[in-house]
């Protein structure tokens, strides 16, 4: 039953992949950005799954029952490991949290926050409370933006009922 859920979830991942979004830079939102926002008409899931970068998160969303809520009204902020992010955590601390729901939710939920922040709010904040109830540290560096640790690399890619952040490391609450 499980396997049927993960192909269904594939598949809407696949078709999705079929239109995917502007992302804006990870420095300063420009003028478009807010506008994109307005306009957006997928929600979080489905913006994700369209960049193509994103299978492992989805994967993991589904197995640990997220998916329901974060295609949910909303509004959320969602910080949005890559699979190439994914790919930088031990082997063994992955297999871990897919045999563990209640470990993966909680990794899950600590990169998604409650309400919309764009890039022009989360640089002004120093830490953000997560959907798991810990915060994550915000820092800027250099032009940058990490939060938890993790560079944001594209900013305010638009949803239907929030925003993502792209960040180049899986967070892992302590």
Known sequence: ?????????SAAVAAALMVAPAVSSARAPGPDASAAATTATKDIVDTAVAAGSFKT???LLGQADLVKTLKGKGPFTVFAPTDAAFAKVPKKTLTALKK????LRAVLLYHV????????????????KTLNGASVRVRV???NVFVGGAKVTS??????????HVINKVLIPR
């Open 1 to 9: 039953m499980r396997h049927m859920k993960l192909i269904a979830i």
């Open 57 to 59: 998160l989805a994967s």
């Open 100 to 103: 563990n729901k209640a470990k």
């Open 113 to 128: 926050a409650s309400g919309k922040l764009g890039a022009s709010k989360v640089v002004k904040r120093s830490s953000i």
């Open 141 to 143: 560096s250099g032009g």
């Open 155 to 164: 900013a305010d890619v638009a949803a239907s009922n929030g925003v993502i």
